[in-house]
């Protein structure tokens, strides 16, 4: 008697069910100022299938599988370098994709006092504001 993986395995493909397609990997190197990054956060946005996600290695390479179709990669930042603006990269991913690289810079810094309308000031010492 059959069992049932073996059952679908051979009904699937007679009935026209599409097999997964295959993943490509898809390859890089993420850059600092001061040379490669190790653990830098990379991530791919798959649109409506999904999210993916992986880290560097000590030489700031990244090797991350994903289908074919289109892809928003995501690089870093990495605050406690001092990088905090992240890189992106729209790509399709197809056979043959080149290997990428991404540079991250170092944030700026900006110091002030945040006031309001009427000019008093607002929020209290040590409060962080998030520009973008």
Same mark, same amino acid.
């Given at each position: 008697?059959? #069992? /049932?993986?073996? =059952? +679908?395995? /051979?009904?699937?493909?007679?009935? !026209? ?5 295959a993943e490509i990997p898809i390859a890089g190197?993420? &850059?600092?100022? #001061?040379? *490669? /990054? ?8 798959? +649109? ?7 880290? =560097?290695?000590?030489?700031?390479? +990244?090797?991350?599988? &994903?289908?074919?179709?289109?892809? &928003? ?6 605050p406690q370098l001092g990088l905090a603006q ?10 043959? =994709?080149?290997?990428?690289? +991404?540079r991250l810079v170092p944030g700026r810094r ?8 009427? !000019?008093?000031?607002?929020?209290? *010492? !040590?409060?962080?504001?998030? &520009? =973008?």
């Open positions: 008697m059959m #069992d /049932i993986a073996r =059952t +679908f395995a /051979i009904l699937l493909p007679a009935l !026209g069910a599409a097999a997964p397609e190197r993420v &850059l600092g100022p #001061d040379g *490669p /990054i190790a653990g830098a956060p990379v991530g791919a946005h798959l +649109f409506e299938r999904g999210h993916r996600h992986t880290t =560097t290695d000590p030489d700031g390479r +990244f090797r991350i599988a &994903l289908p074919p179709g289109e892809a &928003l990669l995501l690089v870093g930042p990495v992240a890189a992106n990269r729209h790509l399709r991913v197809a056979g043959g =994709t080149p290997d990428l690289e +991404f900006v110091s002030g006092i945040l006031l309001g309308a009427d !000019g008093a000031p607002r929020g209290a *010492p !040590g409060n962080v504001l998030r &520009l =973008t």
